[in-house]
T-cell receptor, first 111, second 114 residues
Framework: SQQGEEDPQALSIQEGENATMNCSYK?????LQWYRQNSGRGLVHLIL?????REKHSGRLRVTLDTSKKSSSLLITASRAADTASYFC???????????FGSGTQLTVLP | NAGVMQNPRHLVRRRGQEARLRCSPM?????VYWYRQLPEEGLKFMVY????????ESGMPKERFSAEFPKEGPSILRIQQVVRGDSAAYFC????????????FGPGTRLTVT
């Protein structure tokens, strides 16, 4: 699989439920970020977690990072219909500024 | 503070024509990145520029594609002699010097080659 591979590819839940998305990567990283993309739109930066951090919160978002397993998870609590979007993780290696994106998880929150 | 601006938002070109995509970074941002997104896929890095310099073009196709970020004006991604496979969404991102890993994305230009 590619660097920054999200799982599942698609997720459909009811409003109010929690949504969990996972991201795995292959090589060592400096930072891992999560972005949201609404259909036909640009990307919105959600949260950045550094390689020496294990967990980070921002509002209803909780991100974990396990560098030993080369994986990260994004938890959205109390989901809303407006959370419907594609979610991408992106990694950087520090020396190079380019971000490497996964193929994304399509989240659908049903009202 | 306006976000990253891209224009046009949609561009239709016939095979063999040239496509020019423009990106104005956020105010105070001196680093620009171009990414390409094919349908149902994630973004793929193309090129990273600072004013008047190409820093990393490892993701750029060797032929027909070029990018610049002049001292004055927007960054330009140019695709010469477009082919159907160039049809994609092209996103520009910018970052300030002090927060080099948080990139702020524009709305994208959707290129369709007919």
């Amino acid at each position: 699989s590619q660097q920054g591979e999200e799982d599942p590819q698609a997720l459909s839940i009811q409003e109010g439920e929690n949504a969990t998305m996972n991201c795995s990567y292959k090589t060592s990283i400096n930072n891992l970020q999560w972005y949201r993309q609404n259909s036909g739109r640009g990307l919105v930066h959600l949260i950045l977690i550094r390689s020496n951090e294990r967990e980070k919160h921002s509002g209803r978002l909780r991100v974990t990072l396990d560098t030993s397993k080369k994986s990260s998870s994004l938890l959205i609590t109390a989901s809303r219909a407006a959370d419907t979007a594609s979610y991408f993780c992106a990694t950087d290696k520090g020396s190079a500024r380019q971000l490497t994106f996964g193929s994304g998880t399509q989240l659908t929150v049903l009202p | 503070n306006a976000g990253v601006m891209q224009n046009p938002r949609h561009l239709v070109r016939r095979r063999g024509q040239e496509a020019r995509l423009r990106c104005s970074p956020m105010k105070g941002h001196s680093h620009v990145y171009w990414y390409r997104q094919l349908p149902e896929e994630g973004l793929k890095f193309m090129v990273y520029l600072q004013k008047e310099n190409i820093i990393d073009e490892s993701g750029m196709p060797k032929e027909r594609f070029s990018a610049e970020f002049p001292k004055e004006g927007p960054s330009i991604l140019r695709i010469q002699q477009v082919v159907r496979g160039d049809s994609a969404a092209y996103f520009c991102a910018s970052s300030p010097p002090e927060q080099i890993y948080e990139q702020y994305f524009g709305p994208g230009t959707r290129l369709t080659v007919t």
